[in-house]
């Protein structure tokens, strides 16, 4: 369970296309995450885009620092916080990480703000879908 395969990665650029115009976002600095339910030709329930912006990291060993932090992440924390949450309310999403900071974190940081904005993507889930 803690590995990031090629099957939960967004590759699809109808997918990224549909995730960026259609989907929901909110800020969690340094964070801004963009979700959308969305059926996937997968098993997996969650495809994840992450994106670190060149406007504000102008090295490529910068950005690749980031998304690498992100990633790992990503990859410890999913099982515990976000499949067996899309698991119980059978659904299945896309989701959009894009680190929005200035300077370059610290991964405790990084991690504590990460897990702050996934249980605020499960609030959000949750009230957006509650009638």
């Given amino acids: 369970m803690y590995s990031f395969s090629k099957e939960e990665r967004l590759c699809s650029v109808k ?26 030709a997968t098993e997996m329930p969650l495809q994840v885009l992450i994106s ?25 924390q999913k099982s ?13 999403m896309i989701l959009g990480i894009n680190y929005i900071g200035n300077e370059i ?10 897990i702050a904005a996934i249980l605020k993507l499960k609030k959000v889930y949750l009230e957006s879908h509650v009638e």
């Fill in 15 to 40: 997918l990224i296309d549909k995730l960026f115009h259609n989907g929901s976002s909110f800020l969690l600095y340094p964070f801004r995450i963009v979700w959308l339910t969305e059926t996937l």
């Fill in 52 to 76: 670190v912006p060149k406007k504000k990291f102008k090295r490529a060993v910068d950005r690749n620092l980031l998304k690498r932090r992100i990633r790992e992440i990503y990859r410890l």
């Fill in 80 to 92: 515990e916080l976000l499949y067996p949450f899309l698991t119980e309310h059978s659904v299945t």
């Fill in 105 to 114: 974190g610290e991964y405790s940081f990084m991690e504590k703000k990460f």
